[in-house]
């Protein structure tokens, strides 16, 4: 551990230029895998692929394994190589059961490291995001049961009475017992500690991208990027930029995975049911009147619990048009307690064959922003022509005094 520190120490200096969309990972597994042969420098920015593959390679292969990811808003490697005045580490408990696992490696800097974890989703892995802030311990530990699954853990309780250390250390102690539990029910644990940002660069502000009009519609199936479900019968299509997922009570479950549409269509009416492996139903139903489809409340079915599910405000667009909506379109319960949630999310029912059709954006031409600026340039318009007519309207002296001759007599009529 002695020589962790010192590597710590040495590569915080040669490492500071990196933006704060860089952490450290100490990654420690249950099992040894013989397939970890990679080498990396000390001072290397491993990018979120390569990172993805060294952690796929120390995951399990046995009926129950999982992967679990402890995020820090922000963590840097002054906070493992601390000491207080006694001596004391920030991190006890996690050297502890790192040390006494088959097999521990650290990283000094990892770019995006929850965007290189996200592609176990393509591996079959049951993807659940846990907030400490909105669940407690036991929603942690009582995650649903499958062969393969991913904890992405946000440790993002912060409490204003306490210091850095002592929020480390806090952690610390959660990490390990969450580890500990996991390790005693069975499971071939695959643990990883980083973070979102540094701790000592500011994290960079991604710039606005520009709105491109080129949607999936003229796209070909070989430029496809995203998560595209369609229909047994070839009659509706879905499309969301990233994983769609399910909030259930604060925990998130990611629906990934090729799903099972079912769909029963008739002139004014088309049913789709969406079945996931992992036990997650949705019912759709879509309607036509006047010229327009919509898509009526939706029927989430998450083990034995259902819910109905809306979205504000409603879709309702024409015949032959698909729906899209570059922002989240967020399908909530009443009660608040489920949504269903996709971003750029793109839908056409009653399809004729297997494309989108023309696209019913959800933003409106004229938006609020546009309306400013034209009353803004209106105003200021109004006031420059009221301004030169004023100026227009001077009128300058016609006669002047000549000095030789007589003096001009104004009358009081003039």
């Not at 420098?41 to 009926?63: C, D, R, V, W």
């Not at 940002?197 to 709105?211: F, G, L, T």
């Not at 309702?316 to 307690?337: A, D, I, K, R, W």
Request: charged share 20%; hydrophobic share 35%.
């Amino acid at each position: 551990m002695e020589g962790l520190k010192c590597a710590c120490v040495l590569a915080s200096i040669f490492l500071s230029f990196a933006t704060g969309d860089h952490a450290p990972a100490l990654v420690w597994t249950t099992h040894r895998n013989e397939d970890v042969r990679d080498h990396h420098s000390a001072l290397e920015n491993i990018t979120p692929e390569k990172f993805y593959h060294h952690i796929k390679k120390m995951t399990g292969h046995g009926q129950k394994s999982l992967v679990i990811a402890f995020f820090e808003q922000t963590l840097s490697l002054e906070d493992f190589g601390w000491h207080d005045l006694e001596n004391k580490i920030a991190f006890p408990q996690v050297q502890s059961v790192s040390s006494s696992s088959q097999f521990t490696n650290f990283f000094t800097s990892v770019h995006f490291p929850f965007k290189g974890l996200k592609n176990f989703q393509k591996d079959g892995y049951d993807i659940h995001h846990v907030d400490l802030k909105k669940q407690n311990m036991e929603n942690v530990k009582n995650l649903p049961h499958s062969k393969k699954i991913l904890v992405l853990l946000e440790l993002d309780d912060a409490k204003t009475d306490e210091d850095r250390p002592d929020f480390l250390r806090r952690h610390d102690g959660i990490v390990s017992e969450i580890y500990s539990e996991f390790v005693n029910e069975g499971y071939q644990v695959t643990a990883i500690y980083t973070g979102h940002h540094s701790s000592w660069v500011e994290p960079e502000i991604p710039s606005q991208k520009h709105r491109v009009r080129r949607l999936l519609a003229e796209e070909t199936n070989n430029t496809i990027s995203g998560t595209l479900w369609k229909s047994n019968d070839s009659t509706v299509l879905f499309y969301s930029k990233s994983v769609p997922y399910v909030e259930n009570d604060g925990i998130q479950v990611y629906l990934s995975g090729q799903p099972e549409v079912l769909s029963v269509v008739n002139d004014s009416m088309q049913i789709v049911q969406i079945s996931f492996a992992n036990g997650i139903k949705i019912s759709l139903q879509f309607t036509v009147s006047g010229g327009y489809w919509s898509i009526n409340p939706i029927t989430l079915q998450v083990n034995t619990t259902t819910a109905l599910l809306k979205t504000y405000p409603e879709i309702e667009v024409p015949l032959n048009f698909s729906y899209h909506c570059s922002q989240n379109v967020e399908f909530t319960s009443t009660t608040g307690n489920a949504s269903l949630v996709f971003e750029s999310f793109q839908v056409q029912p009653f399809l004729g064959e297997l494309s989108f059709g023309d696209t019913y954006d959800c933003v409106w031409f004229f938006t609020s922003v546009i309306w400013s600026v034209f009353f803004v340039t209106l105003m200021l318009g109004s006031i420059l022509v009221w301004g030169l007519s004023m100026l227009m309207g001077i009128k300058s002296m016609d006669q002047f005094d000549d000095p030789k001759g007589k003096t001009i007599q104004v009358t009081s009529t003039e």
